[in-house]
């Protein structure tokens, strides 16, 4: 009988140990809709896999990071991005990097990668960095000044920017924990979205004049 009991509370820590243990994965792009109709399957949660005796030394290589991306722009600056459409083997490798370029006084403005931190490197200039903390951490600023050589890391999902704050161009290299961690500029995305947001819950929402709402929405 102890035997049995034994064996009994035995099975029952090992499904225990595997339900705590289990989890879903993290999503890879900004959403995957289950479906029952087979004909309607065309994505997966990232990429679908080559056979791996196809694979050759052009799924894992990217030429191009050493020339300067276009800040002629608004905001004057430009990001380069290598991650899994350029490299196909980055799949499931869960990393992937970026080539900032900024104007005198361009920025990169605030914005957040949902699905990855980001360490980023300056390798020319100075630049204002910083990210502000979640609602639960009283949205605390970080921030510091970067010159050449400088390392600051920006952690998954929170509000962050950098500003080059001198008279010439500055170039950045950022690695991010994510095959394809995503961005969603703030601005962008809240006076920019499709349709719009209606103009009076942005009012309410940044205590402003609706007119001004609407006169934002316009230049997005």
Same mark, same amino acid.
């Given at each position: 009988m102890k035997v049995v009991h034994f064996l009994l509370t035995l099975t029952i820590l090992a499904l225990a140990t595997s339900?705590?243990?289990?989890?879903? =994965?993290? =999503? /890879?792009?900004? @959403?995957?809709?289950?479906?029952?109709? &087979?004909?309607?399957? /065309? !994505?997966?949660?990232?990429k679908f896999c080559k056979n791996p005796m196809l694979a050759n030394a052009s799924d894992f290589f990217f030429s191009g990071l *050493?020339? =300067?991306?276009?800040?002629?722009?608004?905001?004057?600056? *430009? %990001?380069?991005? +290598? *991650? %899994? %459409?350029?490299?196909p083997g980055l799949n499931t490798l869960g990393i992937s990097l970026v080539r900032i370029d900024y104007a005198p006084h361009g920025q990169n403005p605030p914005h957040t $990668? &949902?699905? #990855?931190?980001?360490i980023l490197v300056v390798a020319e200039g100075t630049l204002y960095v910083?990210? +502000?903390?979640?609602?639960?951490?009283?949205?605390? /600023?970080f921030a510091k000044v970067l010159n050449k #050589?400088?390392? !600051?890391? !920006? &952690?998954?999902?929170?509000? $962050? @920017?950098? +500003?080059?704050?001198? $008279?010439? &161009?500055?170039?950045? @290299?950022? #690695?991010l924990s994510s095959q394809n961690a995503g961005v969603i500029t703030i601005a962008n995305t809240v006076f920019g979205s499709t349709p719009p947001i209606y103009p009076d819950v942005l009012a309410a929402a940044f205590k402003l004049d609706k007119k001004i709402v609407v006169d934002l929405q316009n230049k997005f």
């Open positions: 339900i705590a243990s289990a989890y879903d =994965p993290s =999503p /890879l792009q900004d @959403f995957c809709v289950a479906t029952d109709d &087979p004909a309607k399957t /065309l !994505f997966v949660n990232g *050493n020339k =300067p991306g276009n800040t002629s722009n608004a905001v004057g600056s *430009n %990001v380069t991005t +290598v *991650n %899994v %459409v350029q490299i $990668h &949902p699905r #990855g931190s980001e910083g990210f +502000v903390s979640s609602n639960q951490d009283n949205n605390r /600023l #050589g400088d390392v !600051f890391v !920006f &952690p998954i999902g929170q509000i $962050h @920017f950098q +500003v080059n704050i001198g $008279h010439t &161009p500055a170039v950045a @290299f950022a #690695g």
